[in-house]
């Protein structure tokens, strides 16, 4: 497995383990790409690619079967994090799984939602 993190923005990335959450969903050979972006890069990219003309926490895209790209607005999970009634870090930790689950292939359903809850009791999260 490999985990490239790349921060375009200057913000903090929390400290969470992403490499081993990546690991526990993808598997040992899936190559990873975990970008932190601006408000404005993730409603650029939420426009593009949903035609949805707004920011959004967290953005996933698969590029091979076993590669792909998630993409994290730091301060719209930051915004956000109350309304889930989580901390900052955890709610971050929360969308990256939930990214992960979703470049496994998953939609949203109650079996994704199972898996994810499995992971995240894995992690405390």
Known sequence: MS???TNTTKSALPRL???KMTDA???PKYECGLVIVSPRKSRELNRTY???DSSTNVLSFPIEKNEGDIFIDLKKARSECALFER???NFVGFLFIHALFHL???DHSSKMEAQ????RNLFGI
């Open 104 to 106: 496994k292939g998953f």
């Open 25 to 27: 969903v993808l598997g």
């Open 17 to 19: 383990p992403f490499a």
């Open 87 to 89: 901390s900052y870090t």
């Open 50 to 52: 949903r035609s949805k």
């Open 3 to 5: 985990l490239t993190i």
């Open 116 to 119: 994810e809850r499995k992971i």
